[in-house]
């Protein structure tokens, strides 16, 4: 099931996101690698988050969103869904307003609590397809 916000889309073509990619890695064999690397070369700037990594494609990687130096416009999540509760609650206490749920991302859990919650989100869409290049 796909849960479509327009807000979310919009927020994407807005005239400079800023997108914390949650799962961003180095491993070519993940998501994670191909949307982060996908995002930079179409000129979004992106932000990678993974509590694994000191950097990502060559830039710091930051333990989590409250790690932050700036407030991201979107958190696009490319974890699993047990992984994507934490980043779900750590986003509403944040009060970050945009969660993009990659396919796979999302569990029933995840979208109640993101429908209870008030945090606009898209799930099951690909951030990839919806994202043009940028001048």
């Known amino acids: 099931m796909t849960m479509y916000h327009d807000p979310v889309t919009a927020k994407l073509n807005e005239s400079d996101p800023l997108i914390a990619v949650v799962g961003a890695t180095d491993d070519n064999r993940k998501y994670g690698s191909a949307i982060y690397r996908n995002l930079k070369r179409k000129g979004y700037r992106v932000v990678?988050?993974?509590?694994r990594r000191a950097t990502v494609d060559g830039d710091v990687a930051y333990r989590s969103l409250s790690d932050l130096p700036d407030?991201?416009?979107?958190?696009n999540v490319v974890v699993p869904p047990d992984q994507t509760m934490v980043v779900a609650e750590?986003?509403?206490?944040?009060?970050?307003?945009?969660?993009?749920?990659?396919?796979?991302?999302?569990?029933?859990?995840?979208?109640?609590?993101?429908?209870?919650?008030?945090?606009?989100?898209?799930?099951?869409?690909?951030?990839?397809?919806?994202?043009?290049?940028?001048?």
């Open 48 to 51: 990678p988050v993974n509590n």
């Open 90 to 135: 750590e986003a509403e206490r944040l009060r970050l307003e945009i969660i993009w749920l990659q396919p796979g991302a999302e569990s029933r859990e995840v979208l109640d609590f993101l429908e209870n919650s008030g945090v606009r989100y898209l799930a099951n869409a690909c951030i990839m397809v919806q994202a043009r290049a940028r001048n």
């Open 71 to 75: 407030a991201p416009d979107i958190v």
